[in-house]
């Protein structure tokens, strides 16, 4: 019953904090460029802002247009449920999960791009083809990854692979793991639209591509898909550290060893956040055309991941 | 009893075939024939569903009684692809009976009593039991889906593209009649159950024979790279329910063929039949997707994206050969039951798409997909369920086309925690790059067609679409929901079936687990839309689309199909290969020129290069070959004369 | 005591993994500036190698050819390399003549090729399979790099790849050459980089650019 309810509230902190982690992020980057910054409870202001905007429609949109970010925002919360974070147990859990989550994040991704054609500019169109280009090449070496993680803990379930990575000892992180995190923090980056790949504040209309996907939207439409950007960069964040650096997590269900576990948790994010707060603050966008490239260096990094798990193995 | 039903089904499905030749053309015809003949499939349906749902077999042979060998049986395989015939042809009949309305008289009758052996066709070789049978299905499935196609006209394109295809088809059935033929010195009888009781007495190479000249065959029937190219050709310009039915039913006859032959009859395969068929299969499945996204024309992006799917089965197929060869009877079952299931699932999708892309045709008089845009609201009916046909092929959860991926996932993951190379891990890469391609394809194909604004007056002033289109549309996609949210329905008969064909296995636990999965997360997800909606508030205002402060935003400044796959295209490139060619007018002042013609090319199939010696190569033979006649009888005579003479010589000395 | 052991011994198996990254990244490098830095990178983790093999073999000599190599190979070939850069004021691209995005490929593809041939003679060496391995792919990548990048920098950067690989062959499978031989070849390596410096300096008065695949045309 207790882990029931610590299921709950672990995918509902998933939730709720994410865009506490979003403003978090801006705060360091502004810290980083010597500036003040905004409160990192902006974030929330601005949704309930916008949720209590009045909604523009374009005339061409049909009902896709403002179904598409409700189901987007659907599919991305589950998503969450199968996600462990403080003990190695998630709300949903299956054999095979892995191939779950990522399917449901591809919902979303499906959704808003047909939302963004639906507005009938040139800029959904260019919004969506761009984050299908980036989309088409960054699936591969995130199901290559998580395989890479499945065939050394021998099962397909996130929370089982969280729980067997915890069992082995730090210093015993194989050439696989070292891979495969690279492999994932570039995929990270691409899926969540942040530098190098796109850039979630730019206001460039020919550079953009998630923030051109979205152009159309205002009000509660644009809350919602906000929003659920926030929580899949805390989602990826998250597995990221499920899967490479579990250990925290509480293998009992007592509350020292959960507050001790969101500590560690709280820490991990942090270490994560401070990077791609210093990435995104030194690093220029890629041109559109080299980030093929850089998916491949992905791509390529997942690949011998997945070979090593074969050779290691023997 | 459920025999002379089997019978009745097949004699009305011939009835009707006359009859739709020879009745008049009345309002009382046009309506009994289409209903005739779905109630025909509905019996059809009820036979196929107590012989995959409860196991019964059915065993006639009229051998005895008749000068050639005709038997029927049936047992759950045959009842699975029965069902899937009828299921299809349900809707695919309802389709029609709009469809076929701007016919000309004699077309009209024609094109149904050769979609009434169409289907008996094939349900001819789902339920032979004897090769004869198989076969003279086989080849009148070939013939019949051709003269269908030239229903729609038989201009110099058609006729080139139909010979394709049936030159591939008949070298196709070659090799299936010549690996069926390879049993005769083991086998009494040329029927399924001799060969079966025969298979264990095969000598090893025979079988290596065996197996490969069948996949051969069945694989270019099933359109398998690079023996797929006539596909894209022939179910580009069938009717579009024709296309659906080919696409849809057809291609899985094939694979009804080969899981008959090398999982029933050959049984204990080799390993690397299973690598073969694997890596043949990942190629055709990253193939097809990536000449689908090139492709702009409604039916021939379906029928690459056919190709695709055909693949995703192989390489299902390959893993459970892999399985069982390698003795884990519990995984081979749970790869056969994802191929069986993703055969079921493709079925359901692509029907829905091709009869959306008839309905398309018929409404708006185009297939081109950047005359299109903003369908939606002018075809509500078509557009919801060709976008949830669209999603189902995309592979999103709550769809039945995730389920089959998923398991097909589930199965490489097996393969991979156990076997020692590194190849079948790789392949989830390569299956997970095609499902994120067929995502981008589809969004590419449902943005561009029924979203936006329209782009041409044909897509503005559309046609109402005639209520049986929507019915028969609404029909499959409330089947690829049922599937996508409750797969267990499907799923636990399947895993029955596939234990059929795989010696003891229990049925494997993914089966359970997912059945158990998708409800609950089809439940969250319905209740979080409906807790937004209700929170949401629901007023808004329209207003122009954004276009950076000016007026006048038209249907041509939208992103097209072609635009909107460049990025994709120019990261694979080296695939396509793409031609570009400018030509200056005079070619000697380039800053000056009287005309620019431009032309470009999305992509230059590879076949070209592949079959350009082959083709090359069958006409210089056939040149030599050309010294022989010399138009003198006599010779003629001559080489008869030879020909016996050698005969006797090979027969006495041999 | 016990845990400098076994952080000595963690540093020699997974060093072979770091190894592997700077030259990955070294295959999507656009300028040359940062292949410098990360060959910097491959020496100092090559230092902490040496000083980890000499921890566990016991060997006092091991630190003064950690010493050298940090000096050399961390400090000054670098350091020689951006001054000769800012110095010659060319172009900073590498040359690629394949995209990095494929470059990364083919690198991974050798990576794996080093592991399939090193397999074969593990037991004849008594070296561990995967930093006997890194040293074949550091090698291989060097020849690599050699090979599709035009700049003469970059030549020269695949040369030093190229003996770091080498280098650290040696390290594993005699456990140390003798002093007199290493110090040999870090010097050899001073040299040829001065020469290399100075050709470098008559290709760019002569021709203007660094671009070695345009020197076909002193074929005549």
Wanted: with cysteine.
């Amino acid at each position: 019953m207790m882990g029931f309810v610590i299921n709950i509230v672990q995918m509902l902190l998933l939730v709720l904090a994410a865009p506490l982690l979003r403003g978090i992020i801006s705060k360091l980057k502004a810290w980083i460029q010597k500036r003040q910054g905004a409160s990192v409870w902006r974030p929330y202001a601005n949704l309930w802002k916008l949720f209590h905007k009045e909604e523009l429609v374009p005339n061409t949109a049909t009902l896709i247009f403002r179904s598409a970010p409700v189901v987007a925002f659907a599919a991305t919360v589950v998503a969450a449920a199968f996600l462990p974070v403080l003990h190695p147990a998630a709300f949903l859990t299956l054999d095979g999960d892995i191939f779950l989550f990522v399917y449901l994040l591809a919902i979303g991704r499906f959704a808003m791009s047909l939302g963004a054609l639906d507005g009938g500019s040139s800029f959904g169109g260019m919004g969506s083809s761009r984050e299908a280009l980036v989309a088409a090449l960054a699936e591969a070496p995130l199901f290559l990854v998580l395989t890479a993680l499945a065939i050394l803990a021998r099962t397909g379930s996130l929370s089982e692979i969280a729980a067997w990575t915890i069992r082995q000892n730090f210093f015993d992180v194989s050439t696989v793991h070292l891979l495969a995190l690279a492999a994932l923090a570039i995929v990270a980056v691409a899926e969540t639209g942040r530098i190098p790949v796109d850039n979630p504040t730019t206001h460039l209309e020919l550079t953009m591509i998630h923030e051109a996907m979205v152009l159309e939207y205002s009000g509660p439409s644009l809350a919602l898909i906000e929003w659920s950007q926030a929580i899949k960069l805390n989602l990826l964040a998250t597995l990221m550290i499920g899967l490479f650096a579990p250990w925290g997590m509480s293998l009992t269900v007592t509350p020292l060893g959960l507050a001790a576990a969101l500590g560690t948790y709280a820490l991990k994010l942090a270490c994560l956040v401070i990077g791609l707060a210093v990435v995104e603050s030194s690093v220029a966008k890629l041109r559109m055309y080299a980030v093929p490239d850089f998916l491949r260096v992905a791509s390529a990094l997942a690949i011998l991941a997945v070979i090593f798990t074969a050779i290691t193995k023997r | 009893m459920i025999g002379l039903l089997l019978i009745l089904f097949l004699s009305s499905l011939l009835f009707l075939a006359v009859f739709a030749g020879l009745a008049g053309q009345g309002r009382w015809t046009r309506a009994f024939v289409p209903g005739f003949l779905i109630c025909s499939l509905l019996l059809g349906l009820g036979i196929a569903g107590s012989c995959f749902l409860n196991g019964r077999t059915i065993n006639l042979d009229y051998s005895g009684h008749l000068p050639f060998a005709l038997g029927l049986s049936m047992d759950r395989l045959s009842g699975f692809f029965l069902l899937l015939i009828c299921g299809l042809g349900i809707p695919v009949a309802l389709f029609s009976a709009s469809y076929a309305e701007h016919y000309t008289r004699a077309n009209w009758k024609w094109y149904w009593s050769l979609v009434a052996l169409f289907i008996l066709s094939m349900v001819l070789v789902v339920v032979a039991s004897t090769i004869f049978a198989f076969m003279v299905g086989w080849e009148l499935m070939t013939l019949l889906s051709a003269g269908l196609i030239l229903i729609e006209g038989d201009g110099e394109d058609r006729r080139r593209s139909l010979f394709l295809y049936l030159v591939m088809m008949h070298a196709g059935a070659a090799a299936v009649f010549a690996s069926f033929l390879l049993f005769v010195p083991y086998a009494p009888a040329l029927t399924l159950a001799a060969m079966r009781a025969a298979a264990g007495s095969l000598p090893a190479h025979l079988r290596v024979v065996i197996f490969l000249l069948s996949f051969a065959g069945f694989g270019m029937k099933a359109g398998l790279v690079p023996l797929h190219f006539w596909l894209p050709k022939a179910h580009g310009i069938a009717p579009s329910p024709v296309s659906a039915l080919m696409s849809a039913v057809m291609l899985k006859i094939a694979i009804y063929g080969f899981i008959r032959l090398t999982f029933d009859i050959l049984g204990t395969p080799q390993i690397w039949w299973g690598y073969l068929i694997v890596v043949v299969g990942i190629v055709t499945a990253v193939l097809g997707i990536l000449y689908a996204l090139a492709e702009h024309t409604l039916k021939r992006l379906l029928a690459y994206s056919s190709v695709e799917n055909i693949g995703l089965i192989f390489v299902a197929l390959g893993l459970a050969l892999i399985f069982e060869a390698r003795g884990l009877p519990i995984l081979a079952a749970l790869s056969l039951t994802a191929a069986l299931f993703h055969t079921l699932n493709h079925a359901l999708f692509k029907g829905l798409l091709f009869l959306g892309a008839g309905a398309v045709k018929h409404t708006t008089g185009t297939l081109d997909i950047e005359e299109l845009g903003g369908l939606l609201p002018r075809l509500p009916g078509i557009g919801i369920s060709f976008l949830i046909g669209c999603a189902a092929i995309a592979g999103l959860p709550l769809l039945n086309g995730f389920v089959s991926e998923w398991l097909i996932f589930k199965s490489l993951l097996h393969g991979s925690v156990l076997e020692p190379d590194p190849a079948v891990p790789l392949l989830i890469g390569a299956v997970a790059l095609t499902s994120a391609l067929a995502c981008a394809c589809f969004v590419k194909l449902y943005g561009i067609t029924f979203l936006g604004r329209p782009r041409s007056d044909a897509a503005k002033y559309v046609v109402a679409a005639p209520e049986n289109m929507n019915l028969a549309l609404v029909m499959i996609a409330a089947a690829c929901i049922l599937f996508g949210v409750h797969p267990g329905v499907a799923l636990h008969p399947l895993s029955v079936l596939a234990g059929t064909m795989i010696p003891n296995p229990t049925s494997p636990p993914e089966i359970a687990s997912i059945s158990r999965m998708m409800p609950l997360v089809a439940a969250a997800i319905a209740l979080l839309v409906i807790v937004v909606l209700l929170l949401r508030k629901p007023a808004s205002r329209s207003v122009n689309t954004w276009a950076c402060g000016l007026p006048g935003l038209t249907g041509r400044m939208q992103y097209t199909a072609t635009s909107f796959s460049k990025p994709l295209r120019s990261v694979f490139a080296a695939v396509y290969r793409p031609e570009r060619k400018m030509d200056l007018e005079p070619p000697d002042e380039p800053y000056f020129p009287v005309n620019i013609s431009y032309r470009s090319v999305r992509t230059t199939s590879f076949e070209k290069t592949l079959y350009r010696p082959i083709v090359d190569g069958v006409v210089a033979v056939a040149r030599q070959l050309r010294r022989l006649h010399t138009g003198n009888i006599q010779t003629y005579l001559l080489y008869i004369f030879l020909v016996i003479l050698s005969l006797l010589v090979v027969l006495r000395f041999a | 005591m016990g845990l400098f052991e076994l952080a000595a011994a963690k540093m020699l198996s997974s060093a072979a993994m770091l190894l592997f990254g700077t030259v990955l990244l070294m295959a999507t490098a656009k300028r040359i500036s940062t292949c410098v830095y990360l060959f910097a990178c491959q020496s100092a983790i090559l230092t902490a190698e040496v000083v980890a093999a000499g921890y566990v073999q016991h060997m006092r000599e091991a630190y003064i050819i950690a010493g050298m190599v940090l000096l050399v190979k961390v400090f000054a070939i670098p350091f020689a390399l951006l001054w000769l850069m800012k110095k010659l004021r060319t172009a900073h691209d590498v040359g690629a003549s394949l995209s990095p995005g494929y470059s990364v490929f083919v690198m991974s593809g050798l990576i794996i090729l080093s592991f399939a041939a090193v397999r074969l003679y593990l037991i004849e060496l008594h070296a561990t399979e995967v930093i006997l391995a890194a040293a074949v792919a550091l090698i291989l990548n060097g020849a690599f790099l050699m090979v599709t990048r035009s700049k003469a920098l970059m030549l020269m950067m695949g040369l030093l790849v190229l003996e770091n690989g080498i280098f650290l062959a040696a390290l594993v499978t005699t456990f140390g050459m003798p002093l007199i031989i290493e110090i040999g070849i870090v010097f050899d390596l001073l040299i040829g980089l001065f020469l290399m410096g100075i050709f470098v300096f008559r290709i760019r008065d002569t021709f203007d650019h660094l671009d070695v695949s345009r020197l076909r045309g002193l074929r005549g």
